[in-house]
């Protein structure tokens, strides 16, 4: 069977887990015993044959540079702070142009997407990235429909995907497609993560940057808060500590904070839960009733509006307390990725 030639696109500036993670996906699903047995071909390539180092230190030696890369199968751009340097994104973006005809598969990891974008390749297309980069990549190039909360999206021939990790993710996919779900299954048990993640990005990222960006009165309300989840915390209770009306108190928070008082609360006693679902072994409903819901189907509605999955699947995919293989397949079939006709 012929191989099907990866390609990793290299840079000074790149995050090495970008190319490593998804690298030794493929290099594990050769060793696979299935049939058809995988063939896969991992290379290296840059614009020029120099050793390049990533943001972490670690040297790659790349295979092939831009001029001599043979025909790929799949093309695969991982993100770093390199990519922000004009020569080295002119550079990688005129590769990808140049390849995106002769290539089956064009993917980005994480930041990886500043390389892509820029080609117009993607314009009018879903995509994703990192949760922490999705406004500003919306902004900067607005004919992208941008989704920050994806683990990864397929539209066309385009791949896109979250930080980092996600590029295993996105790895188990492709192999997926092009060997079945028994041989990436098998992968994802020799990797020791999970086949196909629920839920999206959020109930893995720290949604309360308020916490870090604010330093105003409201700063030591949400530290107040934090210690209080059992309370009242009506917007008349918060105003009344802020020692200011109601109204003008929701007001200001929303402009300081960027979201209303109720939605604050309620991504605060959500955090706290995760918490507490993952290191106790409480009821989901004494979980929900101890960070301040009123009831457990209040409590199991909103985890799932915020993360996407509902609690007590969260538990079983986090808790330190729970046993055995059998209860984390349940959770390989839940997953659906973002797929754009």
């Known amino acids: 069977m012929k191989a099907k030639r990866i390609g990793f696109v290299g840079f000074d500036g790149v995050v090495s887990v970008d190319i490593s993670g998804p690298a030794d996906a493929f290099a594990v699903a050769n060793e696979a015993e299935s049939d058809p047995r995988p063939s896969y071909e991992v290379l290296v390539i840059a614009p020029t044959s120099k050793p390049f180092v990533s943001g972490s230190g670690l040297v790659f030696k790349p295979q092939r540079t831009f001029e001599n890369t043979p025909s790929l199968d799949t093309l695969i751009v991982p993100g770093g702070p390199g990519l922000r340097k004009p020569a080295i994104n002119s550079s990688v973006s005129t590769f990808i142009k ?47 429909k941008v989704n920050g909360n994806a683990i990864f999206i397929k539209d066309g021939q385009f791949y896109t995907s979250a930080g980092a990790t996600a590029g295993i993710d996105l790895a188990l996919a492709l192999i997926e497609e092009d060997y079945g779900q028994q041989v990436s299954l098998a992968v994802a048990r020799q990797l020791v993560v999970y086949l196909k993640r629920s839920g999206g990005q959020e109930q893995y990222s720290e949604p309360l940057r308020f916490q870090m960006e604010s330093v105003s009165r409201f700063s030591e309300l949400a530290t107040w808060v934090h210690t209080h989840l059992n309370d009242d915390l009506s917007v008349e209770a918060l105003a009344g500590r802020a020692c200011l009306c109601p109204r003008h108190f929701s007001r200001r928070f929303k402009t300081e904070v960027g979201t209303s008082p109720a939605n604050f609360v309620e991504r605060l006693r959500l955090d706290e839960a995760r918490s507490r679902l993952s290191n106790c072994d409480n009821s989901v409903e004494n979980v929900g009733l101890s960070v301040g819901f009123k009831s457990a189907d209040a409590f199991r509605r909103a985890f799932e509006r915020r993360f996407g999955v509902a609690p007590s699947d969260y538990r079983g995919r986090f808790s330190s307390i729970t046993k055995g293989p059998s209860r984390r397949q349940r959770y390989w079939d839940t997953h659906k990725i973002s797929v754009a006709a």
């Not at 390389?115 to 004919?143: K, N, S, Y």
């Open 98 to 144: 140049a390849r995106a005809k002769s290539t089956r598969r064009i993917a980005s990891v994480c930041s990886g997407i500043y390389g892509l974008a820029p080609t117009g390749l993607l314009a009018g297309r879903c995509v994703t990235t990192h949760w922490e980069q999705a406004h500003v990549v919306a902004r900067q190039f607005p004919d992208l």
